[in-house]
């Protein structure tokens, strides 16, 4: 479950829901959506993104990027442990996800491993070598089902969020040299002005806003915001390992990541063969998900609800005050 916090008000809620569904939505594009002044948009989120409640960052696809093995790892730890062993995984430069599950005895990770190599360098030496760690099971992550990005909490309406969604252009097929300097960036300041982006790839401002259009078009990369979803009045998170018969994961793995209460979706290896990370404003709210939603699923066969007692990363941002 998320640490509590103190929550924002209901303005500075939507205009981080806002930021969550659009990481790069203009103020101007955000006070129209909202229906509140371009002015209120900047005097209320600047200050939000300067003292880090809202950090906007970019994750790559591994779709694109072959050497990259997306891997969840559900770590069982030392309890008197656990809280080291999450701090170590979080200040991996792979490691995107890392939570404290359950009854405080448990991680799961998320990581990006640079190949082969790097997978088998960690199950095989660097877990084994670490007396904390008492077992764990990996599932490689299949596909990631896209519908979620545009999460905003449930805080905003469906028009809202077509209000949003950037008008993109038609999708480009290779990557280019400058690419990978632009991506970089991104990935420190999801918001860097086109003119940052452009000085760090040598480049046009022009070209650099035209690259990072085809990027985000070709889901190359996903930009993304991150929030203490505690002060967006959410309290309640878990991660869903659910076994979907075959013929229905599509489906099923789609469905669920269209729900406002899904963050993430993704198909896995594994005796489980779909993770959902789910967040729900309270308790009551996570059982009518799985009473409702799930158990209205046809193809669901079995269900494990973890919950998360502690997040510390997120998408590939340590929680400021969880080291």
């Not at 203009?26 to 002044?37: A, F, Y």
């Not at 690259?211 to 309640?236: F, N």
Request: charged residues 20%.
């Amino acid at each position: 479950m998320a640490k509590a916090s103190h929550s924002l008000s209901e303005t500075d809620r939507r205009i981080a829901a806002a930021m969550l569904a659009s990481p790069r939505a203009s103020w101007r594009t955000v006070g129209r959506v909202l229906d509140i002044s371009e002015r209120t948009v900047v005097r209320r989120a600047a200050p939000l993104f300067h003292d880090k409640t809202l950090r906007a960052t970019a994750v790559r696809n591994p779709v694109w990027f072959p050497d990259l093995i997306p891997l969840a790892l559900r770590i069982r730890c030392r309890p008197n442990q656990i809280s080291a062993i999450a701090a170590t995984l979080a200040r991996r430069p792979d490691t995107i996800w890392v939570d404290i599950l359950g009854g405080g005895d448990e991680i799961c990770t998320i990581l990006f491993l640079d190949g082969p190599d790097a997978r088998n360098s960690l199950l095989l030496r660097d877990l084994p070598a670490t007396p904390a760690v008492q077992s764990w099971t990996s599932h490689i992550l299949l596909r990631v089902f896209p519908a979620a990005f545009d999460w905003s909490g449930g805080l905003l309406t469906e028009a809202e969020l077509a209000g949003l969604r950037p008008e993109l252009p038609t999708p480009r097929s290779t990557l280019q040299h400058i690419d990978q300097a632009l991506i970089a960036t991104l990935v420190e300041d999801g918001r860097a002005s086109y003119t940052d982006l452009a000085r760090r790839a040598d480049t046009t401002a022009l070209t650099a806003r035209r690259r990072l259009e085809a990027l985000v078009g070709d889901q190359v990369i996903r930009l993304a915001t991150e929030v203490d979803l505690a002060r967006l009045g959410i309290r309640t998170e878990a991660l869903l390992w659910i076994t979907v018969a075959p013929g229905g994961l599509e489906e099923t793995g789609r469905q669920l990541s269209r729900h406002p209460q899904v963050r993430f979706a993704s198909a896995t290896t594994g005796s489980a063969n779909l993770l959902v990370a789910v967040a729900a404003a309270d308790l009551n709210a996570l059982y009518h998900f799985l009473n409702d939603t799930i158990g209205a699923l046809p193809h669901v066969t079995t269900l494990e609800v973890t919950p998360i007692l502690s997040g510390v990363k997120r998408t590939g941002l340590v929680r400021p005050g969880s080291l």
